[in-house]
T-cell receptor, first 113, second 115 residues
Framework: GAVVSQHPSRVICKSGTSVKIECRSL??????MFWYRQFPKKSLMLMAT?????????EQGVEKDKFLINHASLTLSTLTVTSAHPEDSSFYICSAYLNYGYTFGSGTRLTVV | AQSVTQLGSHVSVSEGALVLLRCNYSSSVPPYLFWYVQYPNQGLQLLLK??????LVKGINGFEAEFKKSETSFHLTKPSAHMSDAAEYFCAVSEGNNAGNMLTFGGGTRLMVKP
């Protein structure tokens, strides 16, 4: 079946540095991808919708300059957390739409120290 | 606007017992409804989805859900719980069935299965 590959699965970074998370659609083209953030024991909150070849659409309250999204090709979307702070520590999950359904990546656990 | 409410953030059942996870939704248009399962530190796996066809939807791992428009509900059930069913379950709603429609998730229900 359709697979979305997300890397890295875990990353620890120092406060003030930037971290890039990649989300690739394998064997299909994803014109739209979604980025979610999940706090411990909480539900998924949509951060932004990533559209291939155009600017991402951010949800209210999400800082677009902090969470940079690039969707330069039909198979790759990236989320860069810039100048990371400990409060950015979270579980980030990407998703792509395919054939009347949504496929999710395996998630990235970001820890900022 | 769309929203999802999952009653019960934690549900505990004995192995072999019936599993019932509740989900109520609100939507301004006929909804598309989904149930996902999440194991620790993993992404979401689709259990089943309702897309305006049969109201009783069968999914993987023996789960099923029934769409009841009059009750705006989409409860998830499984006749007999397995230890391997212990996980977090999310109900989600979408107001369309194409790439531009976002999913809105419920708060999740953690299912615990006792031996």
């Amino acid at each position: 079946g359709a697979v979305v590959s997300q890397h890295p699965s875990r990353v620890i970074c120092k406060s003030g540095t930037s971290v890039k998370i990649e989300c690739r659609s394998l064997d299909f083209q994803a014109t739209t991808m979604f980025w979610y953030r999940q706090f411990p024991k909480k539900s998924l909150m949509l951060m932004a919708t990533s559209n291939e070849g155009s600017k991402a659409t951010y949800e209210q309250g999400v800082e677009k300059d902090k969470f940079l999204i690039n969707h330069a090709s039909l198979t790759l979307s990236t989320l860069t957390v810039t100048s990371a702070h400990p409060e950015d520590s979270s579980f980030y999950i990407c998703s792509a739409y395919l054939n009347y359904g949504y496929t999710f990546g395996s998630g990235t656990r970001l820890t900022v120290v | 606007a769309q929203s999802v409410t999952q009653l019960g953030s934690h549900v505990s059942v004995s192995e072999g017992a019936l599993v019932l996870l509740r989900c109520n939704y609100s939507s301004s248009v006929p909804p598309y409804l989904f149930w996902y399962v999440q194991y620790p530190n993993q992404g979401l796996q689709l259990l089943l989805k309702y897309t305006s066809a049969a109201t009783l939807v069968k999914g993987i791992n023996g789960f099923e859900a029934e769409f009841k428009k009059s009750e705006t509900s989409f409860h998830l059930t499984k006749p007999s719980a397995h230890m391997s069913d212990a996980a977090e379950y999310f109900c989600a709603v979408s107001e369309g069935n194409n790439a531009g429609n976002m999913l809105t998730f419920g708060g999740g229900t953690r299912l615990m299965v006792k031996p």
